[in-house]
């Protein structure tokens, strides 16, 4: 890893004068078009569209063009620091891999690519409940990786409990507590495409390995054999989605590990306020990227008023729409303590596997990095006073 993450701009120029031109590309709008070319149609819906008309995915980005930043010139003689630690994982930078199902769809190394890139970049990576891999196959991959888990709470608490005793045993650092997605959305661009992975028996790597999952699985017929597998995905929908989950719950959970316990698909501070009453050690703002709820207000509208009320006594972080180092650097500058970077690292893995996560990262952080130099900003605290609402508009912080 570089001492700074912004010479990665200097080793591309270097390459450009010997004629190498780099893999991918660094605007994310790119990426994002060159990913199209390499996930089969269904899949790429799935993941990059959102629900409904996609006016909350369009409005998770839009809510960006809100802020500015404004710079202070020649106040600080300080060395940027971006390092961090959150709930006892120390990171390189407040930027952790959000979690993102089926990763094995889209690369066949899947999620445990994504996990040694993030060992390798001193990083964090939240692993989702529905991943390729179980969650022990994605830990023994990047042993010693910054590894937190994100939990969607099933119907079987037993179940539940399970899941995160084996995340706790396999070295995980954290557990997300998913509470926005119980259901899925109304996604027509997946109905249109008839695509729905979970009932092709995908993304159930960690439950395929639980002992109490696979209790309820055949007996008579093969282990991984077709019918097999059509009775898992059938048990997964049977258990999956909490549709009666209460704060409570997390006073449950606590039962079943000493791990912190995060909550996320937050947007409204009251609801901060109750999860923190019942004992969540942090909060992440968060609207599923768009993929639930049609006409959600966007999540960086909530970043502030959530990051207000919950007020230093557990960390925040942010997620949705967070697409390039810039981004990053406002969601930082209006509260968060670490922001959740999604759909360009799976774009990244489905272009070059764990090169193209290596280099999505890179990008993000060099850009934050030189964002904060070019700002005069040392720390994310420095950034805090330098955000501002677009001159001419009447949004308030």
């Not at 992975?197 to 395929?208: K, Y």
């Amino acid at each position: 890893m570089a001492e700074y993450w912004y010479t990665m701009r200097d080793e591309i120029f270097a390459d450009g004068l010997r004629g190498r031109l780099p893999r991918l590309p660094a605007d994310p709008a790119e990426l994002e078009q060159l990913a199209r070319q390499h996930l089969p149609v269904g899949l790429w819906s799935f993941v990059a569209n959102g629900a409904g008309g996609g006016r909350t995915l369009a409005a998770n980005r839009a809510a960006f063009d809100k802020w500015e930043l404004v710079p202070r010139m020649l106040h600080t003689d300080e060395p940027l620091s971006l390092r961090t630690e959150l709930l006892g994982t120390r990171m390189s930078a407040p930027v952790l891999l959000a979690p993102i199902g089926l990763a094995g769809l889209a690369h066949p190394d899947g999620e445990a690519a994504a996990a040694r890139v993030v060992r390798e970049l001193g990083l964090a990576m939240a692993l989702s409940n529905s991943s390729s891999l179980s969650l022990e196959e994605v830990a023994d991959a990047a042993p010693g990786a910054g590894l937190w888990f994100q939990l969607h709470p099933p119907k079987d608490d037993e179940l539940g409990a399970s899941i995160v005793r084996r995340a706790e045993k396999a070295g995980y650092q954290g557990i997300v507590v998913t509470v926005d997605s119980w259901t899925r959305g109304w996604r027509p661009a997946d109905l249109d495409h008839g695509y729905d992975p979970f009932l092709r028996g995908q993304g159930m790597g960690t439950f395929l390995a639980d002992p109490v999952f696979r209790r309820s699985l055949p007996t008579d017929v093969p282990v991984g054999s077709e019918p097999w597998l059509a009775a898992a995905a059938a048990r997964w929908r049977e258990v999956f989605g909490h549709s009666s989950l209460s704060y409570e719950y997390f006073d449950r959970l606590r039962e079943a590990t000493d791990l912190p316990i995060l909550i996320k698909g937050v947007l409204h501070p009251d609801d901060a306020e109750q999860a923190v009453a019942h004992g969540v050690s942090g909060v992440v703002v968060s609207n599923h990227g768009g993929r639930q709820l049609d006409r959600s207000m966007a999540a960086l509208d909530a970043l502030p008023a959530v990051a207000r009320q919950v007020a230093g006594r557990v960390p925040v972080l942010f997620d949705s729409g967070v697409r390039s180092g810039a981004d990053a650097a406002v969601a930082l500058g209006l509260g968060a303590d670490a922001v959740l970077l999604g759909r360009p690292w799976l774009y990244g893995l489905a272009i070059d596997g764990a090169e193209g996560v290596r280099h999505v990262l890179r990008c993000v952080l060099a850009e934050l990095e030189l964002t904060m130099l070019m700002s005069g900003a040392a720390t994310v605290a420095d950034l805090r006073r330098m955000v501002s609402p677009v001159r001419g508009r009447a949004d308030e912080r």
